[in-house]
Nanobody, 120 residues
Framework: QVQLVESGGGLVQTGGSLTVSCAAS????????MGWFRQAPGKERESLAQ????????IYADSVKGRFTSSRDNAQNTVFLQMNSLKPEDTALYYC?????????????WGQGTQVTVSS
């Protein structure tokens, strides 16, 4: 069974940094685009970043551009999101997801999320 498990969330002060990770199993990880999303209470789910199969290309939402960096280690089946200069508005449940380009780029698989809370 495909499984995506996020970890690394927690409490951090405004201006601090945190790295969240997503470990994948049950899929050919290197063939999937990986994405990071977040959702805060009362807000729409937001796409934050996407990283290509090889890790050579990344795209970011304007809200996190310059502060967040996604990377991946295909040998470890893991994708990362390094978050710097955190703000209270970054508080959310952070999800990773997997999309196979041959299936139209749909994010078919999702993790359960890891909570990131930024204190003000």
């Amino acid at each position: 069974q495909v499984q995506l498990v996020e970890s690394g969330g927690g409490l951090v002060q405004t201006g601090g940094s945190l790295t969240v990770s997503c470990a994948a199993s049950g899929l050919n990880f290197r063939t999937y685009v990986m994405g990071w999303f977040r959702q805060a209470p009362g807000k729409e789910r937001e796409s934050l970043a996407q990283i290509s199969e090889s890790g050579s290309k990344t795209i970011y939402a304007d809200s996190v551009k310059g502060r967040f960096t996604s990377s991946r280690d295909n040998a470890q089946n893991t994708v990362f999101l390094q978050m710097n200069s955190l703000k209270p508005e970054d508080t959310a449940l952070y999800y990773c997801a997997a999309a196979k380009p041959t299936a139209g780029g749909r994010f078919d698989y999702w993790g359960q999320g890891t909570q990131v809370t930024v204190s003000s």
